[in-house]
T-cell receptor
Framework: AQSVTQPDARVTVSEGASLQLRCKYSYFGTPYLFWYVQYPRQGLQLLLKYYPGDPVVQGVNGFEAEFSKSNSSFHLRKASVHWSDWAVYFCAVSMDTGGLSGKLTFGEGTQVTVIS | EAAVTQSPRSKVAVTGGKVTLSCHQTNNHDYMYWYRQDTGHGLRLIHYSYVADSTEKGDIPDGYKASRPSQENFSLILELASLSQTAVYFC?????????????FGKGTRLTVV
């Protein structure tokens, strides 16, 4: 069965500094991967999604992620963090081949705290 | 903007009581889902539906029933609520059979069982 692991439960970063959030997946076949963000008391919002092709994916608000098949990873990064990036970030993999539905397996999430 | 609306947003239920969580989407999506989020954990799939009047079990269906009376509405039912079902519940919807489809989530329902 597929699984997603986010090894960092919490990350603290200074405003303006760079950010990297780690995601490791386990999936037999070609994974369709996602990063979602959850702001306080809100639902999840899609940051970016990966499907087979360019390993670097651009998302909203300056986020990008890099897929590595050899490392089974899909790490998220941002060059310069803003205070509004204070949120919980989830990595997810589609349960369906081709990502044809919203049946997702989520990681545990990483809480990002931004300090001035 | 795709919209998924959940009601209520917050609820306190008594152990052994019946709880119904409602979800309404205006996205014209065929697929709908119920996820559960526990503190410090990711979301886990409870039930989902591909079409009205049909539901499927997800990864953690025990203790939950689902109902899809129309394309727009999808309910999650706890017949006998238990303390272990205290969590935040998210409803979501997505297109049918679209490669790498995007999922749209509601804002969640915080359920506390006492």
């Amino acid at each position: 069965a597929q699984s997603v692991t986010q090894p960092d439960a919490r990350v603290t970063v200074s405003e303006g500094a760079s950010l990297q959030l780690r995601c490791k997946y386990s999936y037999f076949g070609t994974p369709y991967l996602f990063w979602y963000v959850q702001y306080p008391r809100q639902g999840l919002q899609l940051l970016l999604k990966y499907y087979p092709g360019d390993p670097v994916v651009q998302g909203v608000n300056g986020f990008e992620a890099e897929f590595s098949k050899s490392n089974s990873s899909f790490h998220l990064r941002k060059a310069s963090v803003h205070w509004s990036d204070w949120a919980v970030y989830f990595c997810a993999v589609s349960m369906d081949t081709g990502g044809l539905s919203g049946k997702l397996t989520f990681g545990e999430g990483t809480q990002v705290t931004v300090i001035s | 903007e795709a919209a998924v609306t959940q009601s209520p947003r917050s609820k306190v239920a008594v152990t052994g009581g019946k709880v119904t969580l409602s979800c309404h989407q205006t996205n014209n999506h065929d697929y709908m889902y119920w996820y559960r989020q526990d503190t410090g954990h990711g979301l886990r799939l409870i039930h989902y539906s591909y079409v009205a009047d049909s539901t499927e079990k997800g990864d953690i269906p025990d203790g939950y029933k689902a109902s899809r009376p129309s394309q727009e509405n999808f309910s999650l039912i706890l017949e006998l609520a238990s303390l272990s079902q205290t969590a935040v519940y998210f409803c979501a919807s997505s297109d049918a059979g679209t490669v790498n489809t995007e999922v749209f989530f509601g804002k969640g329902t915080r359920l506390t069982v006492v």
